[in-house]
């Protein structure tokens, strides 16, 4: 028995990451709470497993008192003549150990005691998938979709099942059960059921972790990930910048014909990507942002938080996109609100030229984007 005991607990620790040591403490308490059913109460008794072996004690430590009638709790005292029948040595007023058989325990006892080695395993399975998961929050994992329940999704993650929510499902991006996909957890919370861990597919945080396991120069620091904006499903908009003059951070990303970015968009169902230089010039960055459109210059006040771009006529369209998707994606990259104007609608609106803004009084100089 004690070797299928040693056996079983060898499984847990392997199979279920349950510390031995934590189990053995379990059936410590498991036979306490046996003996507090079966006597009514525990306070005197002590229990021994052998951590080695598998063997149990359980012992109750009674006072020797001088004769039956003197015993007034039987679960605390001992006559001295049922004592010295345990030790010869025992005299009135020791401590004697007194051993007590776990098989004279009654049914009930019993179950409780199984009950209570049974609840503590369950816990101990929470604890270890939350501490698991709970490390690997703000991560990016791979899951298999299991079903599809109220529009909500379940994907498992190998030991737990993640809740991918329809507001945090891509637009138009259809997920079938036994399907392999990429999610970002967004967070793990620990519950009475175990942990429940919510899942992205739209968080822009998931295009930057693809990239940190794509692009070896992003995890190992040389290219920095500065800016992300994302309409998850459609565009997303990448700022980045090296940290070594020798290392080009938009082509670091790219990739070699586009190998690095191309694996990044497959991932993402072909939702395209713009990798954009960062420049601490707010008028360079705001250009930058703005791409594949052409500008030609840009009127950007850092403590407003403002900038006003002029483009060609015939890049109007394209500067603020479909819907306006490339100008909102570029504000959000930046971190300005840009207003967007063609050269002829400039001049019309402000009542000048763009040159004029160019001279050396002018507040924008600084920040100023010409290109002739």
Known sequence: MNKELLEALDILEKEKEISKEVMFETIENSLLAACKNHFGKADNVKVEVNRETGDFLVYAVREVVETEDDVEDKVLQISLDDALE??????????????????????????????????????????????????????????????????NVSINLGKADALLLESEQVKGEVLVPTQRVKVYIVEVKNTTKGPRITVSRTHPELVKRLFESEVTEISDGTVEIMSIAREAGSRTKMAVRSNNPNVDAVGACVGMNGARVNAIVDELRGEKIDIVPWDENPGNF???????????????????????????????????????????????????????????????????????????????????????
């Open 86 to 151: 345990i030790s010869k040595k025992a005299q009135v007023g020791d401590m004697l150990h007194v051993e007590i058989k776990s098989k004279e325990f009654g049914r009930i006892a019993t179950q409780h005691a199984k009950n209570v080695i049974l609840q503590k395993i369950r816990e101990e399975e929470r604890s270890v998938v939350y501490n698991q998961y709970s490390e690997l929050e703000k991560e990016i994992v791979t899951g298999i979709v299991q079903r599809v329940v109220d529009k």
């Open 286 to 372: 705001i250009q930058n942002a703005l791409a594949p459109s052409k500008v030609v210059a840009v009127f950007a006040d850092p403590d407003e938080k403002t900038a006003k771009v002029v483009v060609p006529d015939y890049q109007l369209s394209l500067a603020i996109g479909k819907e306006g998707q490339n100008a909102r994606l570029a504000a959000r990259l930046t971190g300005y609100k840009i207003d967007i104007k063609s050269e002829t609608q400039a001049k019309d609106a402000y009542g000048f030229r763009y040159e004029d803004y160019l001279d050396e009084d002018s507040e924008y100089e600084e920040y100023d984007e010409y290109d002739e």
